[in-house]
């Protein structure tokens, strides 16, 4: 019997040997030379934990609130799409893994199951994530108003989408999206790539500029969160078109191959915004001391997109709920023995990078 995964990246290689070729390369596949792919998780290498010693740290606190709703950990679900293709619970597993370990799901506008069943299938605080193509997205998003989405996260950097290769090798296929079901034909042919290329220039609409934002916050009154920011310029702006907050990510780098690995600019945003609105982080976590290091530079909370679906792939509901659980774990540990007793005591003293290092000894 094969031994029991003891960290998130083990679950990778259960992913791997769970599924099918082509999805698995869908999920962890990034854009062209998948430079940024790497960078995501190798940036975090370069900033070293300075730990404080005899503090009280009997007690440990994980807790955090996002948009005023308390969640155990400041670990959410990023959207991620098409979980049906992991699992055949898809989506709904993943919620209930999220309700389970009391955190916020994303909910992807490329769900494979509808809002409807995703809300239904537990109660819980979650969040849906849309894309700008005007029609479709006034059709979703008050529909996940209706069924008690507590927020809206737009998708900002994905005019077009990003050359993956390894799904244009694949001729990658994608299931039947049952959210656009009347809206748009989800049955798209190409004979030139993945169908979710031809799917996705038939969806995402080119045009989008900060002056959509204003038509977005029309049509509902929910809390409205941009997705995609990685410089200060776009975070100004976006404090001064009234987001409620900002997600540092790059896709996942699967978008712009060579764009900056989110941890490197997660400070420069969170400086940028003088706390005017929260800021999330996305992209590369794989450990606690991960998520301790984006806290340290500013982050709210962190958002998991890869881990928790190689989670589901693996070992369904199960898995999800396990890669949480040891992220919050490991978290827990990397504060007790950084001297953090909770989430609000982790500050920007307690990580350093190299060069902050060398210039400290000057």
């Known amino acids: 019997m094969a031994a029991e995964p003891v960290n998130v990246n083990e679950f990778q290689e259960l992913a791997r040997q769970a599924l099918p070729k082509m999805y698995y390369d869908y999920y962890s596949g990034g854009a062209e030379d998948q430079h940024t792919l790497k960078e995501n998780v190798d940036a975090f290498h370069r900033f070293k934990i300075l730990p404080r010693v005899l503090v009280d740290i009997s007690r440990i606190d994980l807790s955090t609130t996002v948009l005023g709703y308390k969640i155990s950990a400041p670990i959410m679900i990023a959207p991620t799409a098409m979980h049906k293709l992991a699992h055949p619970e ?26 409807e069943e995703v809300a239904a299938s537990c109660k819980a605080i979650r969040f849906f994530q849309v894309y700008q193509r ?21 998708t900002v950097d994905t005019p077009r989408l990003g050359r993956r290769e390894a799904d244009i090798k694949n001729k990658m296929v994608a299931p039947q999206l049952k959210n656009f079901k009347g809206l748009i034909s989800t049955k798209v042919s190409s004979d030139d790539g993945s169908n979710l290329e031809a799917f996705a220039n038939n969806t995402f609409d080119a045009s989008l500029s900060w002056k959509d934002i204003g038509w977005l916050r029309s049509i509902t009154n929910l809390p409205l969160l941009i ?12 404090v001064e078109v009234g ?31 003088k706390g005017k609105v929260p800021v999330f ?15 340290a ?26 890669v949480i659980e040891t992220l919050k774990d490991e978290l827990e540990l990397t504060m007790a023995l950084s001297g953090c007793p909770t989430v609000k005591d982790i500050s920007r003293n307690h990580v350093r990078t190299k060069h902050e290092a060398l210039h400290s000894m000057l």
Request: overall charge positive; some cysteine.
């Open 281 to 295: 982080f996305d992209g590369g976590i794989r450990r606690g001391t991960d998520v301790f290091k984006a806290l």
């Open 227 to 238: 997705k995609g920011v990685l410089t200060c310029e776009d975070a100004i702006k976006a």
């Open 90 to 115: 898809g989506e709904v597993a993943t919620a209930r893994a999220a309700a389970a370990c009391n955190t916020i799901m994303i909910l992807s506008y490329m769900s494979t199951c509808t809002v």
């Open 134 to 154: 005007r029609d479709i997205t006034a059709n979703l998003v008050q529909r996940a108003e209706r069924c008690g989405y507590k927020a809206i996260v737009l």
């Open 297 to 322: 530079l500013g982050a709210q909370a962190v958002l998991i997109g890869r881990p928790a679906v190689y989670g589901l792939a693996a070992k369904g509901e199960y898995g999800v709920k396990w």
């Open 243 to 273: 987001v409620d907050g900002i997600v540092v990510s790059n896709h996942g780098a699967r978008q712009l191959d060579y764009s900056p690995a989110t941890i490197s600019v997660l400070e420069e945003v969170v400086h940028a915004v």
